[in-house]
């Protein structure tokens, strides 16, 4: 049984062949989202580099909200129905997911070697998760097992208001609102996010600067301007991560996802992470219970869609 399944990020779309859960690497394609007016494009592009196979299915992971067979990109101007994928790959199955669920669905197909640790804790099987996407975008998915079954949940979380408590983040929340006077998750915890806590930071120290999101991490801790921002991104991090864990109890584990968790992993003990996630009051012996991982494995969306053709139930 052969399916196509295909990850849309914010900026480049992966798409590849499956047999039952398993991609085969050697046909995974990378194509710019900026060079195609939409995704039919590079499918289009994809069957017929491939030889034009036989699919059985198809199942495409997005960046944005699905509902009734229809997503749209929240980084992107791109609207994508089962219905178009479905003429494009002439596949009898398809299925059309949000890119967390997709990877909610991979944890339980990930190579060796996938998961490196950040907090430690139990991790009890058979128990609640929840992926937290850190990348062009932030989201979030909880995973349940239900039986031989498995949800993964849709939202749109990296679009909830940003939490603030000190005077310090109330000027950081004005700071980073946009025209609509609403600072969200996103706007500090995404790729562009790092970049604004740079701006922001060095500007309160009366050197305003600006660099990229990866120049900052490779910068720190010898910038002391890149180290400031990260600890400001690791603190803002543990706050959203430990609200969230206390909405779902993972007692399952958190497992961080995105280009952007795989380039500040490294830094996050060393910033405090453990602090700022656990700082619950009466709740913070609850926190240890929660162990935190970050995937590594750069095509487990990929990997999670073709797991989720295979077990449709």
């Given at each position: 049984?052969?399916?196509?399944?295909?990850?849309?990020?914010?900026t480049?779309?992966r798409v590849?062949l499956?047999?039952?859960?398993?991609?085969?690497?050697?046909?995974?394609?990378?194509?710019?989202?900026?060079?195609?007016?939409?995704?039919?494009g590079?499918?289009?592009?994809?069957?017929?580099?491939?030889?034009?196979?036989?699919?059985?299915?198809?199942?495409v992971?997005?960046?944005?909200?699905?509902?009734d067979?229809?997503?749209?990109?929240?980084?992107?101007?791109?609207?994508?129905?089962?219905?178009?994928?479905?003429?494009?790959?002439?596949?009898?199955?398809?299925?059309?997911l949000?890119?967390?669920q997709?990877?909610?669905?991979?944890?339980?197909?990930?190579?060796?070697?996938?998961?490196?640790?950040?907090?430690?804790?139990?991790?009890?099987p058979?128990?609640?998760?929840?992926?937290?996407?850190?990348?062009?975008?932030?989201?979030?998915?909880?995973?349940?097992?239900?039986?031989?079954?498995?949800?993964?949940?849709?939202?749109?979380?990296?679009?909830?208001?940003?939490?603030?408590?000190?005077?310090?983040?109330?000027?950081?929340?004005?700071?980073?609102?946009?025209?609509?006077?609403?600072?969200?998750?996103?706007?500090?915890?995404?790729?562009?996010?790092?970049?604004a806590?740079?701006?922001?930071?060095t500007?309160?120290?009366?050197?305003?600067?600006?660099?990229?999101?990866?120049?900052?991490?490779?910068?720190?801790?010898?910038?002391?301007?890149?180290?400031?921002?990260?600890?400001?991104?690791?603190?803002?991090l543990?706050?959203?991560?430990g609200?969230?864990?206390?909405?779902?109890?993972?007692?399952?584990?958190?497992?961080?996802?995105?280009?952007?968790?795989?380039?500040?992993?490294?830094?996050?003990?060393?910033?405090?992470?453990a602090?700022?996630?656990?700082?619950?009051?009466?709740?913070?012996?609850?926190?240890?219970?929660?162990?935190?991982?970050?995937?590594?494995?750069?095509?487990?969306?990929?990997?999670?869609?073709?797991?989720?053709?295979?077990?449709?139930?």
């Open positions: 049984m052969t399916a196509l399944v295909a990850d849309i990020g914010g480049n779309t590849a499956a047999e039952g859960a398993k991609v085969l690497a050697d046909s995974v394609r990378r194509y710019r989202n900026a060079d195609h007016d939409g995704l039919n590079v499918l289009a592009a994809f069957m017929a580099q491939a030889g034009h196979p036989a699919l059985t299915g198809a199942c992971a997005l960046a944005g909200p699905v509902r067979g229809v997503g749209r990109m929240t980084n992107l101007d791109w609207t994508v129905t089962e219905t178009d994928i479905a003429g494009v790959t002439g596949a009898g199955r398809v299925a059309l949000n890119d967390l997709a990877q909610g669905h991979a944890l339980d197909h990930l190579p060796g070697g996938a998961l490196a640790p950040v907090l430690p804790g139990p991790q009890a058979g128990a609640a998760r929840l992926v937290i996407g850190l990348g062009t975008g932030v989201n979030v998915s909880a995973v349940h097992r239900c039986g031989s079954a498995l949800i993964a949940t849709a939202a749109e979380a990296g679009h909830v208001t940003l939490p603030a408590m000190r005077a310090e983040e109330l000027a950081l929340a004005q700071h980073a609102a946009g025209a609509d006077g609403f600072a969200s998750v996103e706007d500090v915890l995404s790729g562009r996010g790092v970049e806590l740079f701006a922001w930071v500007m309160r120290a009366g050197t305003p600067r600006r660099m990229t999101a990866s120049q900052i991490v490779a910068a720190a801790p010898d910038d002391a301007g890149a180290e400031a921002a990260l600890e400001l991104y690791t603190r803002l543990g706050r959203v991560a609200d969230l864990a206390l909405h779902h109890l993972p007692f399952g584990g958190i497992y961080l996802i995105g280009g952007v968790a795989r380039a500040v992993t490294p830094h996050l003990p060393r910033l405090g992470l602090d700022s996630f656990r700082d619950k009051g009466r709740f913070a012996g609850l926190m240890e219970e929660f162990a935190i991982h970050t995937l590594t494995d750069d095509y487990a969306a990929l990997t999670g869609c073709a797991a989720c053709l295979n077990h449709p139930d």
